[in-house]
């Protein structure tokens, strides 16, 4: 009898322990918001706006310049002034909307921006869109908004609590599509939950990317899938880190790859990275184009 109450006494108590392993889990604190904002025009975009615990705004890129007014109206509602905001490479759908705040703020107040910084050399690879690069620059160039330019991967900071490692930076050495191969990697966490940003990255960064020293943080719960889902990184990539769910900054001719000719029909690969989603095992999926706005908390 003895022995049976000691037995149900361990019993009780390590159900207690993992009850409170348990319980201790789900009161995990968010140390910030995330929206995936949805395109305001028809075309590529990249836009993600944060809120920390403490009520700063940081935004990651933004998206193209038309969208500008959308964008505005949604930080304005937010205070108008942004903490920190980070560019990962200057195509004009993802600088574009700070590529004319710059010009003309209207009241909006911005702290920091961050962004890996582009050669000459590198910036002439690519046109017309090295010229939308060059303008850029020459208005980042003229504001007295401090500017943090990554050169190396590696560097931790920490807003509120919001924390975030830029894994990725420009890369001169790859001059075949230099402008996405040169995109700014960015993981952001809290206590709740890690998101992978890849902005554009290409086959040749991806590769780079995980045979480098921040390999093992690549692994995440929410993942941006590279160029907006179709020719970004490869297969093998995806396969060989860990996460749970996908964001697609997706439109809808990116997504079903009708270029005009009818569903699939087009020459992007998006139907082969949403098969390897498959093939993971990816359930969850945030696309902005089906979705609209998403709320992360």
């Given at each position: ?98 590529w004319q705040i710059l010009k003309d703020p209207q009241g909006m107040k911005i ?187």
């Amino acid at each position: 009898m003895l022995k049976k109450i000691m037995l149900a006494l361990v019993l009780l108590m390590s159900a207690g322990v993992m009850v409170s392993a348990k319980s201790n889990k789900s009161k995990k604190q968010s140390g910030f918001t995330m929206w995936q904002l949805p395109m305001q025009v028809g075309n590529i975009g990249n836009s993600y706006v944060f809120r920390t615990s403490g009520g700063k705004v940081i935004v990651f890129d933004g998206g193209w310049p038309a969208e500008q007014l959308y964008l505005r109206g949604f930080i304005a509602g937010l205070g108008n002034e942004v903490e920190a905001w980070f560019i990962s490479h200057p195509h004009d759908d993802h600088m574009g909307v700070l590529w004319q705040i710059l010009k003309d703020p209207q009241g909006m107040k911005i702290n920091h921006i961050y962004h890996s910084r582009f050669s000459p050399e590198l910036v002439e690879l690519e046109q017309p869109y090295g010229e939308y690069a060059k303008d850029f620059y020459a208005v980042l160039d003229t504001v007295s908004i401090p500017v943090t330019d990554f050169r190396e991967p590696g560097y931790t900071g920490k807003i509120d609590d919001f924390n975030f490692k830029i894994l990725g930076v420009v890369n001169e050495e790859f001059h075949t599509n230099p402008f996405n191969n040169s995109s700014m990697v960015m993981k952001v966490w809290d206590d709740k939950k890690s998101i992978l940003f890849l902005a554009d990255t290409g086959a040749e960064s991806g590769d780079k990317l995980l045979n480098g020293p921040y390999r093992d943080d690549l692994s995440c719960d929410y993942l941006q899938v590279a160029h907006h889902g179709q020719h970004g990184c490869k297969e093998d990539f995806y396969k060989s880190i860990d996460f749970r769910a996908c964001l697609w900054p997706s439109a809808y001719w990116i997504w079903t790859n009708d270029q005009g000719g009818g569903y699939n029909t087009g020459n992007l690969e998006t139907f082969e990275t949403r098969r390897w989603m498959d093939e993971i095992g990816i359930k969850e999926h945030h696309v902005s184009c089906l979705e609209g706005l998403f709320k992360l908390e």
